[in-house]
């Protein structure tokens, strides 16, 4: 699954900075018009609510609408006006081996990254086959196409071509919990690329409702109004130190003035920030080939984890320290329920 990041327009600054870039054929959607922004939600229909915070789950005693140990496809009705003048959206859900509709299990939502899809995004994870281990549910939310017809995220907010992808993962969670037996303390989101941005984006707009994210590769976008989850948030990020796709050192605005790049670095320390942690990273992992890092002493059991995956490009690794990189992150989000 090749996902592209921010696309040609990052592509073509990098060339013309002579970064890293000579060749590379990402291509961000707004490069050659101004940003829309459009409302969130329709005040006239309460179902398109953005809706951050635990919600009852209704599905628990129903039968499945998925087979136990199959992967579906799902879809929802969506208010035109903030989706790209779609009123349907799709999504997998992949139902675990074991699954009885008796028992709240956990979610865990993975974004595929620009011009990839969310078939792409299951294979590419594993997520399905440690689901049917480890009984959770497996989801995979498909991104809108953009211009040049490529499903993307609008990981920067609704500017992105007035897409409100945040209300359209609010709603999938609703749906989720009408359909099956869901924890509500227990939905976590990861992605890849412009998914890694996506998931970076919902800790910041759906950290009431999302307990723990783990973006890969992300293309981390300030938007307007900046990012205020109002509680410290659990995030395991993981980047490669010659990530071509998303610079690890960051696009200035100086190079980009419309679409800049935060360093990685500079990004999680700013997460350690809001998280109320200790002010500089403990380095637990150390070899030729990744290092690890976190922030301590956070506020409500959070934490801020870094995998640098050293000389790695634009990836989703396999494994991180002898360990499949899927089971690291289910293990980290094992650890980081939603609060009390």
């Given amino acids: ?39 969130e939600a329709t005040a006239s229909n309460p179902a398109e609510q953005l809706i951050d915070k635990p919600i ?7 039968a499945s609408p998925i087979q136990p140990g199959r992967t579906a496809n799902q879809s929802i009705a969506v208010d035109p006006t903030v989706s790209k003048g779609s009123s349907v959206r799709n999504y997998l859900v992949h139902v675990p081996v074991g699954y009885a509709g008796t028992r709240q299990v956990p979610v865990v939502l993975a974004f595929h990254g620009h011009g990839g899809d969310a078939a792409g995004e299951e294979s590419a994870t594993g997520f399905s086959h440690l689901a049917n281990q480890d009984d959770f549910i497996a989801v995979y939310p498909q991104g809108l196409p953009d211009d040049q017809n490529l499903p993307f995220w609008a990981s920067d907010g609704p500017i992105d071509y007035g897409i409100d992808d945040a209300l359209f993962v609010s709603n999938v969670l609703t749906q989720l919990q009408k359909d099956f037996c869901i924890d509500a303390q227990r939905i976590y989101a990861t992605g890849f690329s412009n998914g890694g941005g996506m998931s970076g984006f919902l ?7 999302i307990a723990a994210f783990a973006p890969v590769s992300g293309n981390y976008y300030a938007w307007p109004g900046g990012c205020n989850p109002g509680r410290a948030v659990p995030i395991l990020e993981i980047h490669g130190t010659a990530d071509s796709v998303v610079p690890y050192a960051g696009i200035p605005a100086s190079v980009s003035p419309q679409w800049p790049l935060p360093p990685v670095p500079q990004w999680l320390q700013d ?37 640098r995956m050293e000389g790695e490009g634009h990836s989703l690794p396999d494994t991180i320290g002898g ?4 089971a690291l992150m289910w293990n980290f989000f094992q650890a980081h329920p939603l609060p009390d």
Wanted: charged share 15%; net charge positive; proline share 7%.
């Fill in 1 to 39: 699954m090749q996902a592209k990041g921010r696309y040609s327009f990052l592509g073509l600054i990098l060339v013309l900075a002579s970064l890293l870039l000579a060749g590379c054929n990402s291509t961000p959607p707004q490069a050659n018009r101004p940003p829309v922004k459009t409302p």
């Fill in 56 to 62: 009852l789950t209704t599905g628990c005693g129903k």
């Fill in 203 to 209: 800790a910041c707009k759906l950290a009431g409702r």
């Fill in 271 to 307: 997460w350690a920030t809001r998280d109320g942690c200790a002010q500089r990273p403990l380095v637990f992992l150390q070899t030729p080939a990744v290092t690890g890092e976190h922030w301590v002493q956070c506020k409500a059991n959070a934490t801020v984890v870094h995998y």
């Fill in 323 to 326: 360990e499949a990189t899927n």
